[in-house]
């Protein structure tokens, strides 16, 4: 599972890993977007059509959820489709979340005890 609110933008090499990954195991990838809006900005489009474009060789599927706590989803989405997986972009920190204000993309995630993360890195 990718888990993605499309703000982020990434490279091919970076979703390269996933694709990877998934063409090793024969596995399938669920795109479970979190957004907070139902229509997507331009620049929201645009990466989701760049991310379908870099899964278009693996077996992929799209899912959208809105106005939902970040780790309470995952672990419902996670559960719900048994996810062996889960993968997120991870921006760089800020300079105020370098300095602790703000949260960073991981502690929003949850903790998942079992459950494999990959942070891909965006640039």
């Known amino acids: 599972m990718l888990s993605t609110n499309f ?24 795109v479970l977007s979190l957004t907070a809006s139902h229509k997507l900005t331009f620049n929201q489009k645009r990466n989701k059509v760049f991310i379908r474009n870099q899964l278009k060789d693996v077996a992929h599927k799209f899912n959208s959820l809105r106005n939902v706590n970040m780790a309470i989803a995952l672990s419902c989405y996670v559960e719900i489709r048994e996810s062996n997986m889960i993968s997120y972009i991870d921006k760089k920190p800020s300079f105020w979340e370098r300095l602790g204000f703000g949260k960073l993309s991981l502690s929003k995630m949850g903790y998942y005890a079992h459950l494999p993360v990959l942070a891909l890195n965006a640039k």
């Open 7 to 30: 703000n982020t933008k990434i490279k091919a090499s970076e979703i390269k890993y996933l694709v990877d990954i998934a063409k090793l195991s024969n596995a399938s990838i669920q």
